[in-house]
């Protein structure tokens, strides 16, 4: 029998809705529990894979290929659950459907409207393939009382009536603001949070309440008395130093406990924290720390680069060591001049990105890394500048460019109009759509047995996840292999290039994939570990 938690959010945006969902399903699955965890994103979008990373943070790719919200990012680095094409949903996505039935006919005639022909298709988004999972953790999108959210709120409404006893359970996430003027923790916005959820018909059993400071015994009971919950049912959340803690601190103030008693479960199986102390306990105790610099557009925004910034923390536990990430603006790197920007970094990343804006920046570092032999990591766009700048500087091939970035008679990097993914044909040319059309999820890569990926990986075949519509041009190998670049990784027909390596360098390796969407904080991906120990290495020349 499955189980269902929704996750709902109240006062305020950006409170940590999905980590405090990956926090609990991580907590069950600590108890020996399985997890599933699903997002139900209001916005009217059809995937969030055309949505700026300025406005939306990054965009997920599942090992199927689905372009999802980046919460589903932290439910798979907290649970290790691979989430899939079923694992999120958009009202784009539910009304597509339901205007698909209409034209087939399906209601018969009947009015079609959004109760119940909306909610039963949320419902049957939430309910679908669950089978010997023991919790389904849906954390809804948005706040309470936003119009687009409705829906979705009296979907899990009826959800909460029409399975049976203890088999639902309603979390509300809220702010208890501490009005420093005042020294006094308000708890008014929560209670009218909770006024706004039930006027929805819906009562919540555990409220989970971030603040700054801790609450004491006489706010828990204010809040308890005007939600109508129980003072064990009011669970302080206050901050926290990494979000690797989360699990332990949530633990220790009962939310699992509590979430568990609410479905009838009086006395849980055992919880077993080892794997998560031993992240923890790496993170609070390095022993250095590294300067590493990441050049990319969207630099101003953390939340577009969520998972390569994750991923590189994760490198840093593995080598006990603290992360520092200097975020710098690829416009700002154009000239010599600014060289000083790049000079006490010990390691350069060039993320994934799109389009012209900044990309003579990203080269200027790219060759800097180069011949200073300063560590260098190119992902996915980062590999392909990587190659266009081995093709300009050592090459020596005119206008070397990419298709994405010019018309240029040297297309070093191309668009990639044909493709196969099991025994599938994919096609696209310049015109066609832009949502959803790139090569995108789970694909394999052979590796080079005489490279330094090969030594890093210990075997040669590998799967990672994509998402882009350019290729590095493999008519140009051999003449990039002249100038002593390794293709180190390539598809199993021999045609698209998925790693790249540059000979006499410590360590410089582009790949055309995206290694962050796989890295956990208990299993660092063995890529940003290794890149991460020859920076440390190189910090001890500085
Ligand atoms: N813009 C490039 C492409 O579409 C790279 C995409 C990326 O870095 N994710 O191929």
Redo the contacts with the bound molecule.
């Keep these: 029998m499955t189980r269902y938690i929704f996750i709902t959010g109240g006062v305020a945006s950006s409170l940590g809705k999905g980590i405090a969902s990956a926090a609990l399903g991580a907590l069950l699955q600590a108890r020996g529990y399985s997890v599933k965890l699903r997002k139900l994103d209001p916005y009217l979008n059809v995937d969030p894979g055309t949505m700026s990373p300025f406005q939306h943070g990054e965009v997920f790719v599942t090992e199927d290929g689905t372009e999802t919200d980046l919460d589903l990012g932290h439910y798979e680095r907290f649970t290790d659950v691979n989430s899939s094409v079923e694992d999120n949903i958009t009202t784009g996505q539910i009304y597509n459907k339901v205007i698909e039935r209409e034209r087939k006919g399906d209601y018969l005639g009947g009015t079609v409207q959004i109760i119940p022909h909306v909610t039963d298709q949320i419902k049957e988004f939430v309910l679908n393939n669950n089978k010997g999972v023991d919790f389904c953790l849906c954390e809804i999108g948005g706040t309470v009382g936003d119009i687009e959210g409705l829906p979705f709120f009296e979907a899990i409404r009826q959800l909460g009536n029409e399975l049976p006893d203890n088999q639902t359970c309603f979390v509300h996430l809220t702010l208890v603001p501490y009005i420093a003027a005042a020294e006094e923790i308000k708890t008014k916005p929560t209670q009218h949070s909770v006024k706004e959820l039930r006027s929805i018909g819906i009562q919540p059993d555990v409220l989970l309440c971030r603040s700054e400071k801790r609450l004491d015994q006489s706010d828990i009971k204010k809040i308890a008395v005007f939600c109508n919950v129980s003072e064990k049912s009011v669970i302080q959340a206050t901050d926290v130093k990494t979000i690797y803690e989360i699990p332990k601190v949530y633990m220790q103030n009962g939310f699992d406990t509590q979430v568990l008693a609410s479905l009838n479960i009086k006395r849980p199986k055992k919880i077993n924290l080892r794997k998560w102390n031993k992240v923890v306990n790496s993170l609070n105790n390095p022993k250095g720390q590294v300067n590493i610099g990441v050049i990319g557009k969207y630099v101003d925004l953390k939340d577009a680069y969520k998972s390569l910034s994750e991923a590189l923390v994760h490198g840093g536990i593995a080598n006990d060591t603290n992360v520092k990430i200097h975020w710098i603006d690829s416009e700002k790197i154009k000239t010599k001049k600014n060289i000083r920007l790049l000079k006490s970094l010990s390691g350069i990343l060039i993320?994934?990105?799109?389009?012209k804006r900044g990309s003579e920046g990203k080269i200027f570092a790219i060759n800097y890394a180069r011949i200073n032999k300063i560590p260098f990591f190119g992902?996915?766009?980062?590999m392909?500048l990587a190659v266009i700048e081995a093709a300009r500087n050592l090459a020596k091939i005119d206008n070397a460019n990419?298709s994405?970035l010019s018309n240029t008679k040297n297309p070093v990097?191309g668009l990639?109009t044909e493709w196969e993914k099991n025994d599938k044909k994919f096609q696209r040319d310049s015109n066609s759509d832009y949502g959803g059309t790139?090569?995108l999820g789970s694909y394999p890569a052979v590796l080079n047995k005489n490279s330094l990926s090969y030594k890093i990986y210990k075997t040669k075949n590998i799967n990672e996840r994509?998402?882009?519509?350019?290729?590095v041009n493999i008519n140009y190998k051999e003449k990039l292999e002249k100038i002593g670049m390794n293709f180190a990784g390539i598809s199993p027909d021999g045609l698209l290039p998925e790693i790249i390596e540059i000979k006499n360098h410590p360590w410089f390796i582009g790949v055309q994939f995206?290694p962050e969407l796989k890295s956990r904080p208990f299993n660092p991906h063995p890529l940003f570990s290794s890149f991460i120990n020859a920076s440390i290495k190189e910090s001890k020349k500085k």
């Design positions: 993320p994934g990105g799109f389009g992902i996915c766009f980062g392909q990419s994405e990097v990639m790139m090569r994509h998402r882009h519509r350019y290729e995206h």
